[in-house]
């Protein structure tokens, strides 16, 4: 069958898969790009436009092959056409939760059409751990520190991450599309390793290594799921954060040459360290909403990210495989908005937040009324008790006015706070937060499992003659 008659015939069988924005893509010809040398259970990136892959056989003939799967290709088996994703950042992305009652049970099994590019730099079914540092090609993973690579053997203990969840959500989104994951994490890592550049030898750097692996999988990729922050808030000197992470995105974008999705994480907790700072950890997740989670400018169309910060933990910085499990649940209705081109629509946002003093049955109540977006097609999860709100001074100290009475969901979408009579004694300027410090106790969630983003908006008490 000739090429065109092909294309025509998986068409037919591809009218249900989404045709995401056109920018979210590399800007080469796909009709040019041909993979070569497929190897059993890789993923190959679908064209977005087309929904197909293109594939020269070993008799020289190029042949198209459609999103799905499997597929056998020359002497390469298990083959799928859907969209790679690269796992990067440091040691939640890379996974560090504790298996199931300590034993060597991930949260899920291996699914076919879901398929890892392994730390050895070979494709397999996904399974957990989806990194084993230790056995990486590349210098970088045995330079920089990290505990699975000094001692493997944890990985029997823990090594639970998001990367499955996420993949289980993304394919339910996208009418069941194959995913694979491109394991380039790497624990205990800060933002300024992660710009470390070596024109010598680019595989001595996470950044390096990092984009040799998109180009062994065959240089076109869906997107990025990023997550680090807990080295530079726990650092001297939080404040290189946003710097450090303005650059890096712009360098994924040039050095791909194409705006693709990057879908992150914002930091969750710290529970414990008594040298680490509850402003500095405020900071980085400050920066991680202003940078990685944009709402005004043109990028906020493919870069979002997805809340931690209600999740469970298993020491005092990393999340358990539950609460991986739910943040790779964000993860994948976070990348379909970005691969739509409506990345700004992902995540819960505080908008607004107006004092207003309400008398019920002859008795005057303070209360403040939080208003959100993102909300159009969601609601907020009923709770008896709403957590994670304080209002501070809007001054640089931060400090905490004790006037919550209690916090409340009201008309589905909003938020009411009401507070005790001493803000009658209150006028001028404030600060409501939603997950401020190192460890804040937050709950706020939709009935689809997305969790507010942690931010603050600024408000006013004034008193009515």
């Keep these: 069958m000739r090429v065109e008659e092909d294309i025509k015939a998986i068409n037919m069988n591809q009218n249900n898969i989404p045709q995401y924005f056109e920018t979210s893509f590399p800007r080469r010809d796909y009709k040019k790009f041909i993979y070569e040398n497929v190897t059993s259970y890789q993923i190959l990136q679908r064209n977005p436009k087309t929904n197909i892959a293109y594939v020269k056989l070993d008799n020289d003939e190029i042949h198209p092959f459609g999103v799905g799967g499997p597929y056998i290709i020359d002497n390469a088996h298990s083959v799928y056409v859907g969209d790679i994703w690269i796992m990067a950042g440091q040691s939640n992305m890379r996974g560090h939760g504790y298996y199931n009652n300590g034993e060597k049970v991930a949260i ?74 491109v394991a380039s994490a790497h624990g205990g890592t800060s933002s300024t390793q992660w710009m470390e550049r070596d024109q010598q030898n680019p595989s001595n750097t996470l950044y390096g290594a990092m984009m040799a692996r998109i180009e062994k999988v065959g240089g076109n990729i869906a997107g990025f799921l990023w997550y680090q922050g807990e080295t530079d808030a726990c650092s001297s ?19 791909l040459r194409f705006h693709t ?58 999340l358990s495989a539950h609460g991986l499990a739910k943040v790779g649940h964000r993860l994948g209705i976070a990348a379909t908005y ?56 809007s001054n640089n100290n931060h400090q905490e006015l004790p006037i919550i009475l209690s916090t409340r969901i009201e008309n589905e979408c909003d938020v009411r706070i009401y507070l005790t009579r001493e803000a009658l004694q209150l006028r001028g300027s404030y600060v409501l937060y939603y997950g401020w410090g190192k460890n804040p106790s937050c709950n706020l969630t939709t009935k689809s499992g997305m969790g507010l983003l942690a931010s603050h908006v600024n408000f006013s008490i004034e008193h009515p003659h």
Excluded at 288 to 311: G, M, N
């Design 338 to 393: 970005a691969m739509q081109g409506k990345g700004y629509m992902s995540s819960p946002r505080m908008t607004f937040a107006g004092y207003e003093e309400k008398n019920d049955y002859s008795m005057k109540r303070c209360t403040i009324k939080i208003s959100f977006e993102n909300l159009e097609n969601d609601s907020w999860s009923p709770v008896d008790e709403v957590l994670g709100f304080s209002i501070r001074d």
């Design 237 to 255: 000197d939080p404040s290189v954060y946003g710097f450090n992470t303005t650059r890096l995105l712009n360098d994924m974008s040039k050095d």
């Design 108 to 181: 899920l099994g291996p699914t076919r059409g879901v398929h890892l590019y392994q730390s050895n730099e070979t494709w397999a079914l996904a399974q957990e751990p989806t990194h084993r540092l230790s056995e990486s090609p590349r210098p970088v993973h045995h330079r920089i520190a990290d505990p699975t690579v000094r001692n493997p053997a944890i990985l029997h203990v823990r090594g639970a991450s998001l990367g499955l969840a996420f993949a289980q959500s993304y394919r339910k989104r996208n009418n069941n599309i194959p995913v694979g994951l």
């Design 261 to 318: 999705p990057i879908v992150s994480v914002q930091l969750g907790r710290c529970v414990g360290g008594s040298n680490i700072q509850d402003a500095s950890w405020n900071l980085v997740r400050e920066n991680q909403y202003s940078f990685l989670a944009p709402r005004h400018i043109y990028s906020e169309k493919q870069i979002c990210a997805v809340s931690s910060i209600d999740t469970s933990m298993d020491d005092f910085i990393h």
